[in-house]
């Protein structure tokens, strides 16, 4: 799955439906704002607009990062995250 540019809730979608099928509460986790993330890929999926669109910018991050992000990564990093 493409996870640049992608419409969000569609990833969304896909995240949620990739953790249905994984043991329950280790792969999909909800940062500040709302942002989706997976523990398993080490991504967080960050939004940026582009004109009047709402576009995904995935955020990879190391896996001991997930549970502490402000201190592997300033605020300014992050669009709406924060």
Known sequence: ?????????VLEQ?????AEVRE????LSYMNA????SDTLGVVIDEQR????????????PSEAMDDLPHFLPTSAWSRCW
């Open 24 to 27: 329950p509460y280790t792969e």
């Open 34 to 37: 709302g942002v989706p993330g």
């Open 50 to 61: 582009a004109g009047d669109h709402l576009l995904t910018r995935p955020v990879f991050i």
């Open 1 to 9: 799955m493409a996870l640049v540019g992608r419409v969000p809730s």
């Open 14 to 18: 896909w995240m949620i439906d990739r």
